[in-house]
């Protein structure tokens, strides 16, 4: 069974400029959280999906970050424009149950900013 | 709200001794703690969890920790510590009740170095 897959792996962009990470879940998975580590700091919560709807986004820091969960499947997560201090590493997690209990996360995309 | 404090951004040991990697939290409802591990170039990969019972818990790789409710600690241990146990160890939690509802708190994470 294939696990959590981001894409890419390592993004490096300049400041001003647009990315989106994608992130494909674990099949069947209903629920699908994004997580960012800033460098230095704790890997913080930035949303959760329930299927194709928000259910949490609590931790977006500003309007340049975009989610969108396409029928339910693969996320993606756009930042526009981009800025300095978006740069570190992007999780994605998946899970069967609402409580996330049994979380699996991918690899991870880091992001660079220059 | 919820927070978890790792007390050791870094520990170095040797190969074959003992570790203990710490972790206490705050919460004002009930909590799942976690343990997840982030070998090299990899992942998050979960360790070991505690949801209820006993509050030994034993993870893969030969890891065990102890949920100590009276002093909120969720403190990682391991009797004899490999060269491929060389990560970064996040402690989390997450809670649910009071509107919360399962996100993951995590720890800044724990370096663990065994050397030679």
């Known amino acids: 069974e294939a696990g959590v897959t981001q894409f890419p792996s390592h993004s490096v962009i300049e400041k001003g400029q647009t990315v989106t990470l994608r992130c494909d879940p674990i099949s069947g998975h209903d629920n699908l959280y994004w997580y960012r580590r800033v460098m230095g700091k704790e890997i913080k919560f930035l949303l959760h999906?329930?299927?194709?709807?928000?259910?949490?986004e609590s931790g977006m820091p500003n309007n340049r970050f975009l989610a969108e969960r396409t029928g339910g499947t693969y996320s993606t997560l756009k930042v526009q424009p981009a800025e300095l201090e978006d740069s570190g590493v992007y999780f994605c997690a998946s899970s069967q149950d609402l409580t996330g209990v049994e979380a699996f996360f991918g690899q991870g995309t880091r992001l660079t900013v220059v | 709200a919820q927070s978890v404090t790792q007390l050791d951004s870094q520990v170095p040991v040797f190969e074959e001794a003992p570790v203990e990697l710490r972790c206490n939290y705050s919460s004002s409802v009930s909590v799942y703690l976690f343990w997840y591990v982030q070998y090299p170039n990899q992942g998050l990969q979960l360790l070991l969890k505690?949801?209820?019972?006993s509050t030994l818990v034993k993870g893969i790789n030969g890891f065990e920790a102890e949920f100590n409710k009276s002093q909120t600690s969720f403190h990682l241990r391991k009797p004899s510590v490999h060269i491929s146990d060389t990560a970064e160890y996040f402690c989390?939690?997450?809670?649910w009740g009071g509107g919360s509802n399962y996100k993951l708190t995590f720890g800044k994470g724990t370096l663990l170095t065994v050397n030679p």
């Open positions: 505690y949801l209820s019972g």
């Open positions: 999906f329930v299927k194709e709807s928000k259910q949490d």
């Open positions: 989390a939690v997450s809670s």
